[in-house]
Each structure stands twice: as C-alpha cells, then as structure tokens.
C-alpha cells in the first residue's frame, strides 16, 4: 500500500483449543511465530494450559482470547459444584441436549454462571490481555451462554467477541441467521466489538492449503476472522469426534509461504481482535 492507502480487508488468523495439547500448542506458537497466525483461544480447564501460558508470553503480538467451554470439555469446577451439568467434571458432548439444560433448567443456569465466572478467574490469573472470547462449538450463540459471558464484561475487560456469522453459508448458517442477528444486536448494544464475517465453520477439520488460499481469495472487505485447529501432530485422549480432522494439514497451511504471499498479494491487514 502506497501513503495515506489503507487496507479494507482486515483478517484475524485463529487457532483454536490452546492448552488442549502440546502438539496443539506447539502448532500454534510456530504458525504465529513463522506464519500468518494472529490469534488464539486459551482453553483454562485443559490439561497444557500452563504450557500455553507459557508460550503465549513468549509472543507479545499474539492476541489470546478466553474459549470458554460448555460442551465437549471439561469444567474448571470441581463436579461436586455442577451436579447438573458437569457432574463426572466432563460437560455434555450432545450440544442440543445442553442447550435446553441450560435454557430451561434455573439450576443448570446457576451452575453455568459459576463456571463460566471461573473460567474468566482462570484466564485472569494467567496475567495475560484478554483479546477477545468466544466459546467451545460456538456455544456463546446461545442466548443463555451470551447472556452470562456479557455479565462478566465490565469486570473482566471483555472488548471483543467472535461473531459466527459465516458469509455465503450453508443450510446450517441459514437456520442460525435469527440467532446470529439477535447476538450482534446485543454485542452492539453494550459496545462490544465483533468481526464481520467468519471462516472455517463449514471448513472445520478441512481448512488445508488449497480450502485456505480459496479462502483468502474470496475474502469480502470488513473484518474476516479465520479460525483453525492446527497441530503438529495427534495426542493421546484426542477427542473421537474430531479423529478426522487434518490438524497437521491445517497446521502446514498456515506456515505455508503460498498463502503468506497470497495474503500479501490481496493487500490484506493481518489483525488481531484488538486492532478492530
């Protein structure tokens, strides 16, 4: 870009589930380090969270943001305090199911405030920013799971969260549109900022070199967030559900001076939530 020119492409370059593995952690510091990777989201209850911490603060320009867990993970609190949602220290893997526990049920809903409370304690005392916050599976679309995020807002400098609002989506997309349009009402409501536009919802476990170059390619002007799961490799207690992902795939692409080039040649601004 020429003086005085800016770019109107902005894009935030994400790699979720940080502290959920040392391959996954791992992946994440290189891609950011050595890639086009600008962002992450810590998971506070996984087993190398204080090994993300500890590369996180090794990489002052990496903005790391809170992903909050209600489903597929585990809690922060001990089971005994989520009897009704947590009881095994495990969240529900059925995110339909949890959705109604946490939507009808005032116990469940009482429980999930604690938790998610904790869970911003958690990441609190890890001394890093808070960049920004989503949640596990896009669970933060549920009004309930919003609705105790934004209490926490003041109290925890929430600036930033990730909108899940796929550009030219599929029939999935369609059906959460009322949902997505209810949430950026309500983020713009208390000042809250929020991407335009995501990628890899439809693209999950597939976000490779040749899905992310037509990505990049494709990008609209606004705020883009791009969000992967990258690794290194496989780890042992790797969720079932996602045996199919390509971690290491999606992990290469990010590092890959194609799509590095690519970006620089679509005068596109690397950004983290902070910068928007």
Known sequence: MGPGERSLKRLIVTGDDFGISIPVNEAIEVAHSNGILTATCLMVGEPEQQDAVARAKRLPDLGVGLHIVVVRGKATLAPDQLPSI????????????????YFFS????????????????????????????????????????????????????????????????????????????????????????????????????????????????????????????????????????VSDFKFKEEFEALISPDVAAAIENSNITLSTYKDI
């Open 86 to 101: 947590a009881a095994n220290g495990v969240f529900d893997d059925n995110l339909v199911r949890a959705g109604f526990r």
């Open 106 to 241: 005032p116990n469940a809903r009482r429980q999930l405030r604690a938790e998610i409370r904790a869970q911003f304690e958690a990441f609190r005392e890890t001394g890093l920013p808070l960049d920004h916050v989503n949640a596990h599976n896009h669970m933060h679309l549920h009004p309930t799971v919003l609705s105790l995020i934004l209490e926490n807002a003041a109290e925890f400098g929430i600036k930033a969260i990730r909108l899940p609002a796929e550009k030219n989506g599929g029939l999935g997309s369609f059906l959460l549109s009322p949902w997505i349009s209810l949430m950026r009402w309500r983020l713009r409501r208390v000042g809250i900022r929020y991407n335009d536009q995501i990628v890899g919802i439809t693209e999950t476990g597939t976000l490779d070199q040749a899905q992310l170059l037509l990505s990049i390619s494709a990008l609209r002007d606004g705020v883009t967030e791009i969000f992967s799961h990258p690794a290194t490799g496989r780890w042992n207690g790797l969720d079932p559900a």
